[in-house]
């Protein structure tokens, strides 16, 4: 192998290494949507699942997404000390869930 092949193959190789950090840090955070809430009383329940025990809720406010339950119909969102789980339909999605 000429030296050039080798530093091009090493670079490669820092560059995937570097997107893998890149994208397990971002899982790690979450996604970069947001959760708006309009002004209405949304319910923070403690699972993605409307049966279980509500932590409270939230009325006016933008937070950021923490995760998206497996369905695809709750989002996890920060809520005072803790995280809770709101219905997907009852805020406004601002940005891209993954």
């Known amino acids: 192998m000429s030296k050039r ?17 890149f994208m ?3 899982d790690a955070n979450g996604t970069d949507a947001q959760a708006q809430f309009g002004g209405n009383a949304v319910i923070i329940y403690t699972e993605p699942d409307s049966n279980s025990q ?12 923490l995760a998206v339950s497996d369905d695809g119909l709750w989002l996890q969102v920060p809520f005072r000390d803790t995280s809770g789980w709101v219905a997907i339909n009852a805020v406004n999605v ?5």
């Open 24 to 26: 397990v840090m971002r």
């Open 94 to 98: 601002i940005g891209e869930l993954e």
């Open 5 to 21: 092949d080798s530093l091009f193959l090493g670079g490669t190789i820092i560059a995937l290494v570097l997107f893998i950090a």
């Open 54 to 65: 509500p932590r409270g809720s939230m009325a006016q406010g933008t937070v950021d997404i």
